[in-house]
């Protein structure tokens, strides 16, 4: 089976642009989570969306958004850029059982 | 709500020795779950092993195994005959039921340098 696959890698962003991350899940996962992770604030959970749902929600601001197509491929959006967005984006696929899968993440840095 | 503490910012081990990685947690929670995961300088989050709160045997794989003491809530990570590439941040984390499905929360890592 293939693994969790994230794109892009990289990033370099201007402060003020928006950016969209993409996360192709294990097939057959339903489930996909979002995690920033960052050296001030360590692994910190966006979101979590399930059936193209989102059922759950971390604690960050409104300009962090996310979706989820039929194919279990989710995305998630970052508007009006900072400076403090600068991070590794973690994606994870997980299935009914407790297993969950990371992907090798996004890096963004916001110049 | 779910805590996770690490409280060892970095660990050193020679080559072939074992070393035990510190994770203690909190919930009040009945139904949970235990994770590690390391995380090499790649950024990847590898699954390591997973431990239920109701699994009444610690969990093993391979080299590494899971000392479970869910009356001291903790969850210590051993890893045995310690290699070269063991040399990465490692994570304990935690899923809850009242958190929600895959919600998992993260300890501050610990990360590990293996010596030959």
């Known amino acids: 089976k293939a693994g969790v696959t994230q794109t892009p890698r990289y990033l370099i962003k201007t402060r003020g642009q928006q950016v969209t991350l993409s996360c192709s899940p294990i097939?057959?996962?339903?489930?996909v989570s979002w995690y920033q992770q960052t050296p001030g604030q360590g692994l910190q959970f966006l979101f979590e969306?399930?059936?193209?749902?989102?059922?759950n929600k971390g604690n960050f601001p409104g300009r962090f958004s996310g979706r989820q197509f039929s194919n279990s491929r989710s995305e998630m959006n970052v508007s009006t850029l900072e400076l403090g967005d600068s991070a590794l984006y973690l994606c994870?696929?997980?299935?009914?059982?407790?297993?969950?899968?990371f992907g090798p993440g996004t890096r963004l840095t916001v110049t | 709500a779910q805590k996770i503490t690490q409280t060892q910012p970095g660990m050193f081990v020679q080559e072939k020795e074992a070393v035990t990685l510190d994770c203690t947690y909190d919930?009040?929670?009945?139904?949970?779950?235990l994770f590690w995961y390391k995380q090499p300088s790649s950024g990847e989050m590898i699954f390591l092993i997973y431990q239920g709160s109701y699994d009444e045997q610690n969990a093993t794989e391979g080299r590494y195994s899971l000392n479970f003491q869910k009356a001291r809530k903790s969850a210590n990570l051993v890893i045995s005959a310690s290699q070269l590439g063991d040399s990465a941040m490692y994570f304990c984390a935690m899923r809850g039921s009242s958190s929600g499905f895959q919600k998992l929360v993260f300890g501050t890592g610990t990360r590990l340098l293996v010596s030959p």
């Open positions: 994870a696929s997980g299935s009914s059982s407790y297993e969950q899968y």
């Open positions: 969306y399930f059936s193209e749902t989102q059922r």
């Open positions: 097939s057959g996962h339903r489930s």
């Open positions: 919930t009040s929670d009945q139904s949970y779950g």
